[in-house]
T-cell receptor
């Protein structure tokens, strides 16, 4: 089992709809979770971080964390064509201080 | 804003050459990291450093070494480049103990070994 698993996609979403991305992880002691967005040919940029169970909202983005079920999700509301990118889930494992990344989910927002 | 600068955007090197990839950050971050990114394999950690002159192996250190003589600079060295080291190389940095902020990445170096 991979340490951080994401569906590779592509996740096709109509413009204006909600894009829902999921990420599961294997290390139950993982402590900090991050979502990065990566445009084709560019480097990842941090869009959200979450540390406690529940929801965290930032603009059109909402991150959700459920440590008991070992998943973290990202919702993108009112999806725009500019949201088309690969979204990387990352975490810090227990007793660690470096990020472990999932393989990413490619999102396509169609006008 | 933190800036992480990688010296080259594209590099083409020959098999067997010694290759240096340079990374400089301007915000006094303690932690620096080198990743490579390949289609289907995602981001894989090569080496990282928590302080000057300190280094630790990541998940795929074979064929690589690093140097951190100054806090702001972290160099990745390919001792004898091989074609299977053709990849996108990404440098990142973060504050020590301030992992809430995650990493800031450089723009990447796309290395082709021929």
């Amino acid at each position: 089992q991979k340490e951080v698993e994401q569906n590779s996609g592509p996740l096709s979403v109509p413009e204006g709809a909600i894009a829902s991305l999921n990420c599961t992880y294997s290390d139950r002691g993982s402590q900090s979770f991050f979502w990065y967005r990566q445009y084709s040919g560019k480097s990842p940029e941090l869009i959200m971080s979450i540390y406690s169970n529940g929801d965290k909202e930032d603009g059109r983005f909402t991150a959700q964390l459920n440590k008991a079920s070992q998943y973290v999700s990202l919702l993108i509301r009112d999806s725009q064509p500019s949201d088309s990118a690969t979204y990387l889930c990352a975490l810090i494992k227990a007793a660690g201080n470096k990020l472990t990344f999932g393989g990413g989910t490619r999102v396509l927002v169609k006008p | 804003d933190v800036k992480v600068t990688q010296s080259s955007r594209y590099l083409v090197k020959r098999t067997g050459e010694k290759v240096f990839l340079e990374c400089v950050q301007d915000m006094d971050h303690e932690n620096m990291f080198w990743y490579r990114q390949d289609p289907g394999l995602g981001l894989r950690l090569i080496y990282f450093s928590y302080d000057v002159k300190m280094k630790e192996k990541g998940d795929i250190p074979e064929g690589y070494s690093v140097s951190r003589e100054k806090k702001e600079r972290f160099s990745l060295i390919l001792e004898s480049a091989s074609t299977n080291q053709t990849s996108m190389y990404l440098c990142a940095s973060s504050l020590g103990g301030q992992l809430n902020y995650g990493y800031t990445f450089g723009s990447g170096t796309r290395l082709t070994v021929v």
